[in-house]
């Protein structure tokens, strides 16, 4: 038996398959080796069926024994903690593991997930668009330097990062070669690909009991 | 002679005085006694003259002996386990603090500084006012709830949250007495004072060595 527990939605539609945010816990606990179970909250009234566990009412949300921990972001680094295939043991690589995680979310998709957002909303072309072009130029820059955010290997750092990177408005949007070399090589791990499709089966398995 | 550094620009226009990221670090450093140098990068070219140590040419970064790290997430993680004042050493109360950091950064400032650069680019009324309401609102029931985010204690997720909505934008938007008294509360502190006026008084400084 296990006591790691990922929660997510019970359901959603087709459009966020593959990005639900569990993904990213799933592939950490599937690079780690780490035994979880998968629990859910129902997806209909999401937005206050969960407030306990999560203030906001989003998923993933991840349970441990008596600890419990929200934001992706943090989950990750509860998981790191208990795997050196996530994050180096050295201070230094510690430290710039959790400089690039930070970086993915307070640097990249701080800028991109409300661009995307605008542009859902009907907005093609909006004010954060420069923005975004800059932050992804200066990412470029650093990922045509090396093949790795941090340590000069596999962390959780790029795992966030190519998570941030892969959706499609952002991987379309303009040319970067190392950039997408990167997303591409990091989405290639079977960590990855084993987390996605059991995402993607965890909701087409909903479909059929929604009827 | 301290090894902890603190960088920052040397000169910054009026507006930003007092709300410069720097202050995050020094703000930290005062709670938890620990001993800091500030140095700076120029102002002028400062998108392309620090990109080895900031690759999107932002401030602040630390340096520490060795050690370099950027992000000021990334940066109050690394303080906070120099000193218990700022984080609590028990496994929960890690834990809590890290996810309610996370929170500030990924749940509330990726909308509400999106949010604000429209404003400032002229667009008052914006496509991210309704998502910002929302986070703001669901925050404010947790505030209300008790006086700290983590482990009913000042914790370093307490001192980024309240930079984060002591923002007057962000402040006056709204009417959330739980959340107002929260960050009241925390910019009370005589380390938040000291860090606001340090910064405050090395800008000033600046003012005139430019003449």
Known sequence: MTDLTIWTLDWVPEGPRGFVRDLRLRWACEEAGLA???????FDDRAT???DQQPFGQVPFLTDGA?????????????AKKSEALMPRDAAGETAT?????A??????????PWWFLRMSGEKDNKLTGWVEMRLNQLEKE???RDWLAADRFTVADLLMADVLRVPDVRAFGSRPATEAYVARVTDRPAFKKAHADQIAHFEAADAARG
């Not at 979880?36 to 129902?42: F, I, K």
């Not at 600890?67 to 998981?79: K, W």
């Not at 307070?106 to 997930?113: A, D, G, K, Y």
């Open 36 to 42: 979880y179970t998968v629990r859910t909250v129902a």
């Open 104 to 113: 993915a979310l307070n640097s990249i998709e701080m800028v991109t997930v």
């Open 143 to 145: 990922l045509a330097a």
């Open 49 to 51: 069926n969960h407030l």
């Open 98 to 102: 959790t400089q690039w995680l930070l």
């Open 67 to 79: 600890v419990e921990t929200f934001e992706s972001g943090a989950g990750l680094l509860y998981l």
